[in-house]
Structures are given as structure tokens and as C-alpha cells.
């Protein structure tokens, strides 16, 4: 299955400023998917990544707090914009293999 | 996209005691995957079943896949503190993989 390095593993970040967050697979994937997990709860997907297109947001999300590049096949970044308290989470990315799906390590944001 | 629905939500038990998570929906699943979630890690993929009423074994933890298709449930025999982790059923639609609840397990010494 892909490896996937995410980084930061984890910032802490000022309200009202944005963070970056990187995600780089070891092999070539059409799809990329960013999730955010809020302290003791389950994933909630943010979006869909495709190479060479816009982003595919889920109910709840939206391109300008949560806008994502997609430059490469093996590449993704997702950006928190604008934050504020209630963006502290936790944020994976994901890509999907032939025997199931494959997550980063994770970036652990705490906005003050 | 379906809703998810896992219980318990939180399972607190000693080593070497048997416990059951369950995953259901009022809708078919066309596929349904496992995973175990430890802290500071993505969640690691632990099966995945796909047609009714089939059972599928991984040292300790029996996954059984209803024959409806609409719900699953994770067995596992005289847990170990390794064991301690979040418990996550998704369901793939399309290429989206969505997720329920979770089951936060703690296997105590």
C-alpha cells in the first residue's frame, strides 16, 4: 500500500491566521482526500482532490475556508484559512489502494 | 451517503474479556470496511467484507457481514491491552470513504 507523509505533524496557530497543511504519497494517485477528526470523534470528509481539477467539497465545507491544490499526482495541500478556536482538530489526508484506503499520520491544530 | 451507526460508543472492559462492536444502516452496503485508529496514527484498514453473511477471521477479531448487507459487527476474543484503540466502520460510495461514529475501545490490565 502507499506510504503518505503529512506535515506538520502538529502547530499550534493564532486566530484569524491560516495554515497549510502537506500531504505527499510515494506513489502516483488520481485521488486524494482530506478528512478532519474534532477531539474524541469520528473522520468527516472535507473534500475530494483530483489532479488538474477543483476540489470536490463535502455538505459543510467550503473552498474558501478549506481551499485545496492538487499540482501532482502525488502531492496535495490543504489550507485552514481564517482560523478560529473551533478549527482545532485533527486533519488527515487519505488516498485509496487496491485492498482499502490509507491514511497520514495526521496534523494536530490547535487554534488560540 | 448513508448514515453509519456504531455502537457502543465508548467500551471500557479487562484484559482477556470477549467484546462485540456493531455497524448498521437502514440502507444495503454495497461493501464495508474496519479499521483501528491509534492515537497520533491514520486509521489503519483492518477488513473488508462484501457479500452477505460472510465471515471473515484476523487472529482474535471475527468480522461478520450481515445477511441483508446493512450491518457488520467486530468480535474480539480475550482482549489485550494492544487492543485499545478507535474502532471505525466505513462504507465506500463511489470513491468516497465515509465513516461512523467509532467505538473508542480501552482494554485495561
Known amino acids: 500500500s502507499a506510504v503518505i507523509s503529512q506535515k506538520p505533524s502538529r502547530d499550534i496557530c493564532q486566530r484569524g491566521t491560516s495554515l497549510t497543511i502537506q500531504c505527499q504519497v510515494d506513489?502516483?494517485?488520481?485521488?486524494m482526500f482530506w478528512y478532519r477528526q474534532q477531539p474524541g470523534q469520528s473522520l468527516t470528509l472535507i473534500a475530494t482532490?483530483?489532479?488538474?481539477?477543483?476540489?470536490?467539497?463535502e455538505s459543510g465545507f467550503v473552498i474558501d475556508k478549506f481551499p485545496i491544490s492538487r499540482p501532482n499526482l502525488t502531492f496535495s495541500t490543504l489550507t485552514v484559512s481564517n482560523m478560529s478556536p473551533e478549527d482545532s482538530s485533527i486533519y488527515l489526508c487519505?488516498?485509496?489502494?487496491?485492498?482499502?484506503?490509507?491514511f497520514g499520520s495526521g496534523t494536530r491544530l490547535t487554534v488560540v | 451517503t448513508q448514515l453509519l451507526e456504531q455502537s457502543p460508543q465508548f467500551l471500557s472492559i479487562q484484559e482477556g474479556e470477549n467484546l462485540t462492536v456493531y455497524c448498521n444502516s437502514s440502507?444495503?452496503?454495497?461493501?464495508l470496511q474496519w479499521y483501528r485508529q491509534e492515537p497520533g496514527e491514520g486509521p489503519v484498514l483492518l477488513v473488508t467484507?462484501?457479500?452477505?453473511?460472510e465471515v471473515k477471521k484476523l487472529k482474535r477479531l471475527t468480522f461478520q457481514f450481515g445477511d441483508a448487507r446493512k450491518d457488520s459487527s467486530l468480535h474480539i476474543t480475550a482482549a489485550q491491552t494492544g487492543d485499545t484503540g478507535l474502532y471505525l466502520c466505513?462504507?465506500?460510495?463511489?470513491?468516497?470513504?465515509?465513516f461512523g461514529e467509532g467505538t473508542q475501545l480501552t482494554v485495561n490490565p
Open positions: 487519505s488516498v485509496a489502494g487496491a485492498y482499502g484506503y490509507t
Open positions: 506513489s502516483q494517485v488520481t485521488m
Open positions: 482532490a483530483n489532479q488538474g481539477s477543483e476540489a470536490t467539497y
Open positions: 440502507s444495503v452496503f454495497s461493501s
Open positions: 467484507v462484501v457479500t452477505g453473511g
Open positions: 466505513g462504507e465506500t460510495s463511489g470513491s468516497r470513504l465515509t
